[in-house]
């Protein structure tokens, strides 16, 4: 992909940690992905993470990075739709990439059922088949030269796994009827796009891992 990636990065740092880099996924790819980043811990730290409006997939680059009391980040983690916080510990000089994805991209670009990772954090690798390859996607992260390296990477990373995704163009037009609108109720919001109230809420949870209600 030749572009001019400068007006893709924003930096959000201050005198105090943690320091953190994002950047705009490639116009080919923004249907799954909404944004990367690279966070850096320079002292020890603990987070909260409150729910995200899509999945995420978080790599540790380096240092030390818990998800839950004695339990290590995995190599190439994916977290699914919660609605619960989340604390993590990370250790001094630290960092972690993540990929902020769409809600839609569990059922059509990970193939798997949104309830499945509802509220949970599993090893990408485990889902098999063209995911089988990310441990070998976080060793040339742990290797890049910089976060913009690191964003050109999960580029050409979503871009090799994207060629199969289908994108449920009912639920992407829902979730942007719910994010414009959200005291509209979910039966107007199903004749807007074509179809039942329960057709809509099963596609949506089998999509999302969460109703339109609790989205």
């Keep these: 992909m030749n572009r001019d ?13 943690p320091r953190l880099q994002l950047c705009r996924p490639h116009p080919s790819l923004a249907h799954l992905a909404f944004r990367y980043g690279v966070v850096e811990f320079s002292h020890e730290a603990s987070d909260f993470h409150f729910p995200e409006l ?34 993590h510990w990370h250790g001094p000089n630290s960092a972690v990439a993540f990929i902020h994805l769409r809600p839609t991209s569990l059922a059509g670009f990970l193939g798997m059922d949104g309830a499945d990772v509802c509220g949970q954090t599993i090893e990408l690798s485990a889902l098999g088949g063209r995911w089988s390859g990310t441990p070998e996607f976080a060793e040339k992260l742990h290797a890049s030269k910089g976060n913009q390296e690191s964003f050109r990477l999960i580029d050409q990373f979503l871009s090799g796994v994207a060629e199969s995704s289908t994108v449920d163009t ?4 829902a979730i942007r009827y719910l994010a414009s609108s959200p005291r509209k109720s979910i039966h107007r919001i ?26």
């Design 190 to 215: 199903a004749d807007q796009i074509g179809c039942s109230q329960s057709a809509l809420e099963r596609s949506f949870r089998k999509a999302t891992g969460l109703t339109p209600k609790r989205f």
């Design 54 to 87: 899509g999945p995420i997939i978080a790599v540790p680059l380096r240092g030390d990075c818990f998800i839950g009391p004695g339990r290590a980040a995995p190599v190439c983690a994916l977290t699914g739709l919660s609605e619960a916080i989340r604390h």
């Design 5 to 17: 990636d400068s007006p893709r990065f924003r930096n959000l740092a201050s005198l105090s940690t």
């Design 170 to 173: 009912r639920i992407f037009r």
